[in-house]
């Protein structure tokens, strides 16, 4: 990959994009994880304004502690570059005692990571429509398109996607080069949405490079009984995501009206 010359692309798609929207910015939550770093950082390099939000929902301190290093970073680089920290666990947690118990606490654990999620997202867009900005997404490739490892109309739901055709090897290199703080280089991935420390590699059941080279293979026309050991295991973990999960890759379905009924 050619790392600067997709970095200057990037850059230049986000300008454009927002200069065409009339809008005066990007607004973006902030993780501690690789790919919001990447993300506002691309976003900075606009030299249009930024809003980085932090908005912990019981989150761990380490995720904390990476996410306000990286915007301290951000604005000692950038003078565009403002800050907002909104805590939303005690709003997370009264939307919790207002809803209809259960018997089984576990059985609505990924219901709950979910509104975690969706509750970012209306956040986001109360600062973006106040400000006039546009929501920037953090998902990859792989995440986006291959698996599907998002919440829909939570991480899902943005304005633009400046890394969405990336691999997560390629948001590396361009993290690397950007020369973003070692600390979210070498973090696991995760999204944050547990309350505690499992990875994305926990819940997927393999890793992004992994999964990069299932989603070639599958390009390629593969499928289970090509491989065998670990690389069968992977292909077919990718294979039941992406199936899983492809009412989030395509186009909402509209019940169409033949015309004889209108």
């Given at each position: 990959?050619?790392?600067?010359?997709?970095?200057?692309?990037?850059?230049?798609?986000?300008?454009?994009?927002?200069?065409?929207?009339?809008?005066?910015?990007?607004?973006?939550?902030?993780?501690?994880?690789?790919?919001?770093?990447?993300?506002?950082?691309?976003?900075?390099?606009?030299?249009?304004?930024?809003?980085?939000?932090?908005?912990?929902?019981?989150?761990?301190?380490?995720?904390?502690?990476?996410?306000?290093?990286?915007?301290?970073w951000?604005?000692?680089?950038?003078?565009?570059?403002?800050?907002?920290?909104?805590?939303?666990?005690p709003?997370?947690?009264?939307?919790?005692?207002?809803?209809?118990?259960?018997?089984?606490?576990?059985?609505?654990?990924?219901?709950?990571?979910?509104?975690?999620?969706?509750?970012?997202?209306?956040?986001?867009?109360?600062?973006?429509?106040?400000?006039?900005?546009?929501?920037?997404?953090?998902?990859?490739?792989?995440?986006?398109?291959?698996?599907?490892?998002?919440?829909?109309?939570?991480?899902?739901?943005?304005?633009l996607?400046?890394?969405?055709?990336?691999?997560?090897?390629?948001?590396?290199?361009?993290?690397?080069?950007?020369?973003?703080?070692?600390?979210?280089?070498?973090?696991?991935?995760?999204?944050?949405?547990?309350?505690d420390?499992?990875?994305?590699?926990d819940?997927?059941?393999?890793?992004?490079?992994?999964?990069?080279?299932?989603?070639?293979?599958?390009?390629?026309?593969?499928?289970?009984?090509?491989?065998?050991?670990?690389?069968?295991?992977?292909?077919?973990?990718?294979?039941k995501?992406?199936?899983?999960?492809?009412?989030?890759?395509?186009?909402?379905?509209?019940?169409?009206?033949?015309?004889?009924?209108?």
């Open positions: 990959m050619q790392t600067e010359k997709v970095i200057d692309h990037i850059v230049d798609w986000l300008k454009d994009y927002a200069d065409n929207a009339g809008l005066k910015g990007f607004t973006i939550g902030i993780s501690g994880g690789i790919d919001s770093a990447v993300t506002s950082t691309l976003c900075a390099k606009t030299g249009l304004e930024l809003l980085c939000l932090e908005m912990p929902i019981h989150q761990a301190t380490n995720q904390i502690g990476r996410a306000s290093n990286h915007i301290d951000l604005q000692h680089n950038f003078d565009n570059v403002k800050r907002q920290q909104v805590n939303l666990t709003i997370f947690d009264s939307f919790i005692a207002e809803l209809p118990k259960v018997d089984n606490e576990e059985s609505r654990f990924l219901t709950l990571a979910n509104a975690r999620a969706r509750l970012r997202m209306t956040t986001l867009y109360y600062f973006a429509a106040l400000e006039g900005y546009l929501v920037a997404g953090t998902g990859n490739k792989v995440e986006d398109f291959g698996v599907g490892f998002y919440t829909k109309y939570g991480d899902g739901g943005v304005d996607s400046p890394i969405a055709d990336l691999l997560k090897t390629e948001v590396y290199e361009i993290a690397r080069f950007l020369g973003i703080n070692s600390e979210v280089i070498e973090a696991a991935p995760t999204d944050g949405l547990w309350g420390d499992r990875t994305d590699e819940q997927i059941g393999a890793s992004y490079p992994e999964l990069e080279w299932a989603m070639k293979m599958s390009g390629e026309g593969k499928s289970v009984s090509d491989f065998v050991g670990r690389e069968k295991e992977v292909f077919r973990i990718y294979k995501l992406n199936s899983a999960n492809q009412h989030k890759m395509v186009p909402i379905p509209v019940c169409e009206i033949p015309e004889m009924l209108k």
